[in-house]
């Protein structure tokens, strides 16, 4: 199979991640709105993300320390610069000496979303690189087959104790949300490998984009305020993947031209992800609409100051 050519950049995507990066801000309003229920969109804002980091890494030419190497300067300085942060401003040095020494799951649930994909890279390299050898899609089904033993096995458990629990999305690094999340990745891959041959009418995406926003709210809304449908939970997940797949479908046949802020925000979605939430309980401090206000500002301005200056620190320590 060729290696696929890209564009120098692509705006369509830089738009996704745009709403994806604001999604996320704003699911993480959840003591800042009113109404908590309006603090939603972070279960597509992450999907998202994940479709379209396994969509532009397809192109792998290189061995994987190499290529791994280069997603770590990427990610972890910015990350560990705001894990330090978040401890010395928030916490005393006692629950500093706790969390490492007893709770360090502490540290994965703050920024699940980095080590998730740091772990994704890995797997991903060795996946793709099997699916573009073999030309096969082998490798999915073993992941969707290795989800679904998973589900059932949840569910009986859940069903053995007589309990109705929600367990296909929970908060931080849970398990099998991470690995939910992976085939998403994966579908990233699938879909540039198989752009060509995948058509459909945008407007006809865009119609399953909102049906599958539809399937979610309604599970969703099912099993938390009627507390019930807790045996068809899956479909939560059945419909983000409706929702990231075919909105990468509708963007994908978009012309979109450069805009200048939309592309300094997608540029910057790593470091938005991170500041807002070093810096959520600073927000969490004011009144509605201050508190509103100031964790968008935080997330949005000073993400792309964060990572304007960041870059600049990297690229002087690389001299």
Known sequence: ?????????????????????????????????????????????NALFFIISGYLLVNINTNFCLWYSK?????????????????????NLDVINICF??????????FWFVWAI???YVIYYFVIKQVLKKQTIQPIIILLSIWVIGYILLFSINLHLKTNTFFVELSGFDFFKVYYYFGIFIIGALFRLLQPKISFNR????????????????????????????????????????????AMIFFSQLHIKKIAIVNLLAISTLEIYLLQI?????????????????????????????????SKMLKKCAK
Do not use: E
């Open 71 to 91: 997603r770590l300067n990427k990610i972890l300085p910015a990350t560990l610069i705001c894990l330090i942060v978040n401890f010395v401003l928030f916490y």
């Open 1 to 45: 199979m060729p290696m696929l050519k890209y564009q120098d950049r692509l705006y369509w995507i830089d738009l996704l991640k745009t709403i994806a990066a604001l999604l996320i801000t704003n699911s993480h309003c959840q003591n800042i709105y009113p109404i908590s229920y309006l603090a939603f969109g972070g279960t597509f804002g």
């Open 278 to 310: 070093t810096f959520i309980k600073v927000s969490q401090s004011f009144a509605f609409p201050v508190n509103w206000l100031c964790h968008f500002s935080i997330a949005l301005i000073g993400g792309v100051l964060y990572h304007y200056l960041l």
């Open 203 to 246: 407007y006809f995406a865009l119609l399953v984009v909102f049906l599958g926003v539809c399937l979610w709210a309604l599970v969703y809304s099912m099993i938390f305020i009627y507390n019930q449908c807790y045996s068809i939970q899956f479909l939560v997940h059945f419909g983000v993947l409706l929702f990231s797949f075919f």
């Open 118 to 120: 740091l772990i994704y």
């Open 101 to 110: 020494k007893k709770h360090l799951s502490y540290i994965f649930d703050l």
